[in-house]
């Protein structure tokens, strides 16, 4: 379970550092994609599987449904920590969230939220 809040600088090559009480979770694999209100959400692959689920199973008769799933699944983007902890944030991603230097880290149960320092 992800939780509490964290700020941590991205580089110039876009890697965000996990804080390390997060890294084990993530240990086999995450994903990235787009969140809501202009942050990201960062998953563990097991439960990036079951919200995928979720999302293929929306009525695409519903222009919301679609959409949703479209803004979730089309951005996502598998990504793996590396030796120090951190994740390479594809620019798209970044340029979505308008990160820059430094990010907040949340945790909210299931996901990582990450936002614009300023934004949060």
């Given amino acids: 379970m992800f939780i509490g809040e964290y700020k941590h600088s991205i580089d ?7 804080p390390s009480k997060f890294r084990n979770d993530l240990a086999t694999g995450a994903v990235v994609t787009r969140g809501l209100d ?4 960062l998953f ?3 439960e990036w599987g079951k919200l995928a689920q979720k999302l293929a199973s ?4 519903q222009s919301n449904s679609r959409a949703f799933a479209r803004l979730m699944l ?9 030796k120090q ?3 390479v944030v594809p620019e798209y991603l970044r340029q979505y969230a308008n990160l820059q230097k430094s990010a907040i880290i949340a945790g909210l149960y299931n996901r990582l939220e990450i936002w ?5």
């Fill in 12 to 18: 110039e090559k876009g890697r965000l550092a996990i």
């Fill in 38 to 41: 202009t942050s990201l959400f």
């Fill in 44 to 46: 563990p692959k097991e």
């Fill in 58 to 61: 929306l009525p695409l008769g």
């Fill in 74 to 82: 089309a951005g996502a983007m598998d990504v793996e920590l590396d």
């Fill in 85 to 87: 902890g951190r994740v």
């Fill in 116 to 120: 614009d320092e300023e934004k949060w």
